[in-house]
């Protein structure tokens, strides 16, 4: 969860354009997938370690959560800063750790731990995959304000 909040911190509050003259309803009502998204993770993830639960459908809500939230966060990509905007091939890495994750979450399905375990490797990666973006791209495109100093 950790990860997933620096994901979404990362998104909201630093790569979006808030000087940008956009309304901001699109940002706004984005947060309805995100909340939708948390929510049928951590139900899920009490489904996961239930041994009367069916774990093929807990799976499937728990990545259907995290599709939720990620697919969210990263529909905001085009209100950011000019240099922070996502090319496609960021969208075509951030969906392939997601299939990735999800593929062998299902193979490894009867083992619950295992599940949370590839759970937590992905969204690792996820908020991994946006800090480098991020910080090569600052040091790309932007000056560095040595004022404060």
């Known amino acids: 969860m950790v990860s ?4 979404y911190f990362g998104e909201f509050d630093h790569a979006i354009d ?5 309304k901001g309803v699109f940002i706004i009502y984005s947060h309805y997938p995100i909340i939708i998204g948390l929510m049928l993770m951590t139900v899920s993830m009490g489904f996961l370690l239930n041994p009367e639960a069916n774990l093929l ?5 728990f990545y259907f959560g995290i ?7 990263l529909a ?3 209100y950011n800063k000019n240099y922070l905007r996502y090319p496609r091939s ?5 969906a392939t ?5 999800l593929i062998l979450s299902l193979l490894f399905a009867s083992n619950p731990i295992t599940v949370l375990s590839i759970a937590t490797i992905f969204t690792l990666a ?9 910080v090569t791209r600052t040091k790309q495109y932007s000056v560095p304000y040595w004022g404060f100093f």
């Open 4 to 7: 997933l909040f620096l994901f």
């Open 18 to 22: 808030e000087g940008s003259n956009q």
């Open 57 to 61: 459908v807990a799976i499937s809500l």
């Open 67 to 73: 599709g939720l939230f990620q697919a969210a966060v």
């Open 76 to 78: 905001n990509g085009p």
């Open 90 to 94: 960021y969208y075509c890495a951030q």
């Open 97 to 101: 750790l997601y299939l990735a994750a």
């Open 126 to 134: 996820i908020a991994s995959h946006f800090i480098s973006f991020r």
